[in-house]
């Protein structure tokens, strides 16, 4: 089969990265299409792209895999959304994760949280699949690895860049931050957002000169991740790609808490905080278990591997055939052709 892996935003790159590796594996054929130009620097002198529609219609690929929420519904092959993150309720259902836009044919779930509420739109539209993999992007966690005698506690901090949710702008939890630092016997990494403020950033990045301190401007793939025991944050959009590994998570004045955060609302709680969650005490172990269960019950880094049989199964199976028609959304199609400059319709 021909797979086409299609990226928008950057973000797309850790999301289908696996996938390309698990396509090549099988002995598939992939290639590339990016819409901006900078991006493909970030692709291996190997990787096959494919620079302009007509290329791809030449392709002819059987399945574009997309991490977006749109695709030129021109190009040849089923239509396949991976998602670019987790639903976290930042939006109402009918302009967020659930949002049907009419152009995909198979939707790839994370867990029971997303999969139920799709298999219920896929009984009401009958124009797509719905089939629960797990998420590529995280595969990379996975197995969590056990620590060594000689592992040192370890601190993930990451925040939004919405100033009145982010801790980082909180210029008494950065002090609490460099007491912690000077004080505990404990490893750093922080990572902020790509839209934070560079005033901060800078602010944050010079934390580097402790020597238990790492910063990361730009999160490449979810590894870093392996290496923490905990998580200090906000109402980042990470926690659930962290708290998936069945470690807890410290927020700090979350909107919106879960009953396995261990949510803060003042600076001197932090260190205490802390201390507790580094403990994994059974009771909250408990909750962030359940909460595992319904937004990524996948532990075993195979993810990839659901997503690739899924597509192989529905075109095999020639299920397209057996769904309805998709909607004409002409104003959205138009707009994509325009995008694309592309008006070609033999």
Known sequence: ???????????????????DEEILKRGHTVAWFLEFEESKKKLKSNQKILNSVEEVINYKPDAVLVASNEVPHFFPGIKVQLFHGFSVNKRNESKGHFRIRGFFDLYCTQGPSTTTKFKELEKKHQHFKVVETGWSKVDILFPVEEKTAEHKPTIFVASTFTERLSLAHNTEVFKELVKLIETKDWNWIVNLHPKMNPEIVKKFQELEKFKNVTYIPFLENLKPLKNADVMLTDTSSIITEFIIQQKPVITFKNNQPKECFINVLNVEEIKKSIEYALTYPKELMCKIESFVKEEHPYSDGKSSERVINAVEDF????????????????????KIRKKFGYFNFF
């Open 1 to 19: 089969m021909n797979f086409l892996l299609y990226i928008s935003y950057d973000y797309g790159f850790p999301i289908v990265q696996p996938l």
């Open 315 to 334: 075109i095999n199976k020639n299920q397209k055939d057996q769904l309805k028609s998709k909607p004409f959304n002409i104003i959205r199609k138009f």
